[in-house]
């Protein structure tokens, strides 16, 4: 199944047509797996769909977020990356020294976030967080 028989039907109801900007942008997405910054889409998706602008890539991935079709995560130094939704039950740490990343099921976090919203009175709390420390590598 091709990415854009995949992701039409959901893209349409949420009112976005599938441009061929999309179809590039959520190929990359799909096909990588992970997270990906802005500037990393553009450049693989210019690859499958040349005349595609850096800026309608940012535009693209911030409109798929604001959807909920993609969740964005911040990564450090004003740093954002982008994954599908579909792929969001896990958070991320991030080492401080050499960036290496591991992802932890959102499982282990679960009893946080209800004592979060228990606490807070806040309900349907976004569940990708990024914590940041330093590996065992680096601590040696």
């Given at each position: ?70 969740l964005a995560a ?11 939704a579909e792929n ?53």
């Open positions: 199944m091709t990415c854009s028989l995949k992701y039409a039907p959901q893209l349409r109801a949420q009112g976005l047509r599938m441009t061929p900007q999309r179809v590039a942008i959520l190929h990359v997405l799909h096909h990588t797996g992970g997270h990906l910054s802005p500037t990393q889409v553009y450049e693989m998706a210019r690859e499958e769909h040349p005349s595609l602008t850096e800026p309608t890539v940012y535009r693209t991935l911030e409109e798929l977020a604001e959807k909920k079709f993609l911040h990564v450090g130094n004003g740093k954002m990356v982008y994954e599908l969001h039950n896990h958070h991320h740490l991030i080492c401080r020294e050499c960036h290496a990343e591991i992802q932890i099921d959102h499982a282990a976090l679960e009893k946080l976030f209800k004592e979060l919203e228990s606490a807070s009175g806040y309900r349907s709390i976004d569940s990708h967080v990024t914590f940041f420390g330093i590996c065992p590598d680096c601590q040696k």
